[in-house]
């Protein structure tokens, strides 16, 4: 125990959050804390609190003048490579990169980029399917959103095969926390993300077509935006953009592999993808939480918390709250209030590629079940660690249609 906390009453150690989990401990846990200690603190990496329930996690979204990102927006707090917009960044420094990215993720832009999202869906799965299956997420999950990104910010092949490449090897690294690997890659993101810029400030596109392009062009009280915040951005749009929808695929599969039923259904109709993909991001929400800290004491659920001591929202148990969501461990295609759910946060830093992220799951789920007669099943599921929640490996047997 450090001095701090032997000194300290109220920093009790309520919780480990590196436990070892199966499919269902992880929320087991958070259920019996939501009943004995919503409010917890854990001793694990310096100290912290997390939040469990839904109203409380809620209460500090909505309140971002006090409950700010740009000190810490995730537990653990990563090694700090520099200050990444939108993220890292308080209103109103905040605003002018959300200005910026907001319209790239717009029904309209992404009826655009559908077509070549699903063919590259295709690309990547019709392989796997042919070859009878195998771990979807080494051959799947972990290189999707990668190839997404390169369509996204419109690549030339080096570039394109460069992100692709690094994209998936650091994916799999942080999910499987090999620390000395995520560094590495990392620094490869940051070299990606440069090379990107360079390329649009040599060849510029439609500011209106291109992300990267636009964030050139913005100004903010008739200023440029930074040039090491332009970068930041772009690296921040990768990486974020990249975990969830690699986690939460494999655990949707592994979860239809179970249940043939819904499965079947599913295949016979793909109308109920989208709602489907609704609930499946409430009920194994990818990013278990991001972190706010108080700039002032606080008071939540009867514990005192204090300036600058960091809090975990653990989004992945709002959304099982059972005051919010009637028996909130069920798969529930008619859910009256599937989108009360969190899975992508709320206030200013809800997540800006939440279309996209939809988009990625939908043509995952149309594509496989189109050409598959069934999956199962197939072997040992690893699953990835905080702050994550999912699967890290699914071997299925697949039934080529
Ligand atoms: C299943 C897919 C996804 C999930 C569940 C997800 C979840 C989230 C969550 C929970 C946040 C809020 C962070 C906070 O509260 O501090 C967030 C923010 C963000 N997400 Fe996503 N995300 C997904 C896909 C994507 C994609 C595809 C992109 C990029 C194309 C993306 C880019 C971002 C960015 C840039 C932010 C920061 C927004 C800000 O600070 O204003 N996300 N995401």
């Given at each position: 125990m450090t001095e701090k906390q032997s000194r300290?009453?109220?920093?009790?150690?309520?919780?480990?959050?590196?436990a070892s989990e199966t499919f269902t401990s992880a929320h087991e846990t958070y259920a019996d804390l939501r009943k004995s200690c919503p409010v917890a603190h854990s001793n694990e990496w310096n100290g912290f609190w997390a939040l469990f329930k839904y109203d409380d996690i809620v209460s500090v979204l909505k309140d971002s003048k006090t409950f700010?990102?740009?000190?810490?927006?995730?537990?653990?707090?990563?090694?700090?490579t520099g200050r990444r917009p939108p993220l890292h960044l308080d209103p109103p420094e905040h605003t002018p990169y959300r200005r910026a990215l907001n319209?790239?993720?717009t029904n309209e832009k992404m009826a655009k980029l559908e077509p070549a999202l699903r063919q590259i869906t295709i690309d990547l799965l019709d392989p796997y399917i042919r070859a009878g299956g195998g771990d979807i997420c080494a051959d799947y999950t972990h290189r999707l959103p990668g190839y997404a990104f390169a369509e996204f910010f419109h690549l030339t092949s080096d570039l394109s095969m460069k992100i692709k490449e690094v994209t998936t090897i650091y994916d799999k690294a942080l999910q499987e926390a090999n620390d000395d690997l995520v560094k590495e890659t990392s620094l490869q993101l940051y070299e990606i993300a440069r090379d990107i810029i360079a390329e649009r400030k040599a060849r510029p596109l439609d500011p209106k077509d291109d992300p990267t392009t636009a964030l050139l062009a913005a100004r903010h009280e008739g200023k440029p935006l930074p040039d090491d915040m332009i970068l930041g951005t772009i690296r921040q749009l990768i990486v974020v953009g990249m975990i969830a929808p690699s986690v939460l695929i494999g655990t949707i599969l592994l979860y239809l592999a179970k249940d043939q039923t819904l499965q079947s259904r599913l295949r016979r109709n793909p109308d109920l993808i989208p709602k489907a993909v609704e609930e499946f991001l409430r009920l194994y929400?990818?990013?278990?939480g991001f972190a706010r800290t108080a700039n002032k004491d606080v008071t939540i659920g009867g514990r005192l918390i204090k300036k600058d001591e960091p809090i975990a929202l653990v989004y992945a148990s709002a959304n099982r709250d059972e005051a919010v969501?009637?028996?909130?461990d069920e798969f529930d295609?008619?859910?009256?209030?599937?989108?009360?759910?969190?899975a992508f946060g709320l206030?200013?830093?809800?997540?800006?590629g939440a279309p996209m992220g939809r988009l990625e799951i939908r043509l995952t789920l149309e594509e496989m079940l189109r050409r598959t007669k069934r999956f199962d099943a197939d072997g040992e599921v690893k699953m990835t660690r905080w702050p994550e929640w999912g699967t890290l490996s699914v071997p299925l047997k697949v039934e080529p249609v």
């Open positions: 300290d009453p109220r920093l009790t150690d309520d919780f480990d959050p590196q700010i990102t740009s000190v810490q927006n995730v537990v653990p707090k990563v090694a700090f319209p790239f993720f929400t990818p990013y278990r969501f009637p028996n909130p295609l008619d859910r009256p209030n599937m989108k009360d759910s969190v206030g200013p830093h809800q997540c800006v």
